[in-house]
């Protein structure tokens, strides 16, 4: 198979030294295209910058794209060390002071698109404006039986399945069980290509580490939400009492057959952040990145045009 990194950015695969939540440096992988204002897609759990492989091109005509993979994920380095809750957020900013010289527009789906949603309420000054696609705000659970199955998992056995590369050596079925279970975020998964299975799951099969990193932040994530659920301490309810207090340009993207979290809850999270808007993309699921790129990109840029960061 090709470079996907190589094929898709003109300087290809970069890297980015930064420290961690934990003092640590990390390497974080990224790449870049277009020129101008820049653009910044974050992807969400589970996945890497593959999933925007759709929208890089598109919105590189008229922005300087700037696609990574969060710390673990993808082609990111993975530490050794525990991980806690909310180090997504310390790291997202010190990504975005690195890679940018002035306030970043920032599409972000899923988990990206809460942690963005934290740090922006942090930081306001790195935000231009925002895109939230499918953000899971008002989360009830995990919203896929394998993430909640993983999520139960000791995290030493998953370091064993790693170290012993049984992802690899079981790759065929890794991609088997991954092409029937995009169904779950696509409305016709039968469009799914071998391609696009070799690379979601490329970084489980060929980079020890990365399921085991991942299921830990599945672990981390499914406690967040039992703590919310049981109205203890958690960091969603805080990012949810403080939605009025971002005041930059909000787009709210969401697929009206998205099975992980509820179309409603788009007009809940607008009634919450002023001055939002909400676009419905029609026939869409959870992914809607792959489901509907050209809806998705069509939304993005009009909505800049509308907030003066973009003139045909």
Known sequence: MQDWWRETFPKGRQNLTIADANGHPVSIAYGEKGTGK????????????????????????????ICFDAKGYGFSEKLAHPEHPGHQLIELERIIRALCNEPAIVVAISLGALVSLAVIQEHPDLFASLVLINVPIFPERLPNRWMRSLSDLPIELLKIVDSLRLTFLFSTLVRAIVRVERREVLVDWSAVTPEEVYWITYPYIYIPGT????????????????CLQQKQ??????????????????????????????VSDAEKLRSHIPHSQVKILQDCGHDAPANSPNELNAAILEFLCKTSFLTY
Do not use: M
Request: charged share 20%.
């Open 233 to 262: 301490p958690n960091l969603i309810s805080k990012i949810q009492a403080r939605l009025g207090d971002i005041t930059c340009p909000t787009l709210i993207v969401w697929g009206d057959q998205d099975r992980w979290f509820p």
């Open 38 to 65: 820049p653009l910044i897609l974050i992807h969400g759990i589970g996945s890497w910058s593959y999933s925007w492989r759709h929208c890089i091109e598109p919105l590189s005509k008229y922005f300087r794209v």
């Open 211 to 226: 399921l085991a990193k991942v299921t830990e932040e599945l672990q981390i994530a499914a406690q967040e939400i039992k």
